[in-house]
């Protein structure tokens, strides 16, 4: 007998599928979208005219698009986040102060999520947005994460998601993952070395609660011919920096809002 866990309702999974797949065709119309998932025009005729109902997508001239609703939704979620606010504002400085591209990530169900994104003024690389989610050892944002979590959920993740390749340089066996990861627990912080997108390295650190458990990562990103050895290590001591000051001021304010 099937367990109850495993139990799905088909048109929820039909909705979620429309949902994913307008979130990488967008704009798109109907007849394209139904043979790209090849399911009848006429059942995710259905399903999106529910959504537009709801104020889920939007359609434009025929061409349908997921709605800003989403990031309503979104940044409640960020908002249980205690040290939302502070967090952001200090995303924000660092691109400020730096001029490359800041941002923050946490674990969500095995992969890491871009929570806070902030571009500096001579930044150049990709074009992540918030709430990208993405495999757990591409990213120095993800590596730094992984390597502190329990080894129970590190071999869970793995096991879930295996370890595919975003370039020649990702790290795709065990063995090479645990050697990265040990080093990145040693130095305390973790390097992305195109290992996610070809021409861009990161650097990220993790910040801890009160109990030492990681709650968020913290880091820099930019083109390679930039991010020398040299300019990563003046990176990585602002990362530090921060990093300290917002473990410090956690334990003494509740960010438990974040100001629209």
């Known amino acids: 007998m099937p367990s109850q866990n495993n139990k799905t309702i088909s048109a929820v999974e039909t909705t979620l599928d429309i949902l994913a797949a307008l979130g990488k065709l967008e704009p798109i119309g109907l007849s394209d979208l139904a043979s790209h998932l090849d399911i009848p025009t006429s059942t995710v005729f259905i399903h999106l005219n529910t959504l537009v109902q709801r104020d889920y997508v939007v359609k434009e001239s025929g061409q ?14 960020r908002q249980r986040l205690d040290i939302g606010r502070l967090l952001r504002n200090k995303v924000e400085e660092l691109s400020r102060e730096t001029g490359e591209i800041a941002g923050a990530g946490i674990e969500e169900n095995g992969q890491r999520v871009i929570l806070y994104r902030s571009s500096g003024g001579k930044a150049a690389g990709d074009e992540i947005p918030i709430g990208n989610h993405t495999e757990m050892h591409w990213t120095s944002l993800g590596k ?52 996610h997108l070809r021409g861009v390295r990161g650097v990220a650190v993790p910040i801890f609660n009160d109990e030492q458990e990681v709650m968020v990562s913290l880091g820099i990103t930019g083109p390679r011919d930039r991010f020398t050895s040299r300019y990563m290590a003046n990176l990585l001591e602002m990362l530090r920096y921060t990093k300290n000051e917002i473990e410090v001021r956690s334990q003494y304010y509740e960010y438990s809002t974040i100001d629209g």
């Not at 698009?65 to 309503?72: I, K, P, T």
């Open 64 to 77: 349908y698009r997921r709605s800003f609703r989403f990031l309503e939704l979104g940044g409640s979620v």
């Open 144 to 195: 730094v994460i992984l390597a502190h979590l329990p080894v129970e959920k590190r071999n869970e993740i793995v096991a879930d998601h295996g370890l595919p390749k975003g370039t020649d340089t990702t790290l795709s066996s065990r063995s090479d993952l645990e050697a990265a990861l040990e080093r990145i627990r040693d130095q305390g912080y973790a390097i992305d070395d195109e290992e």
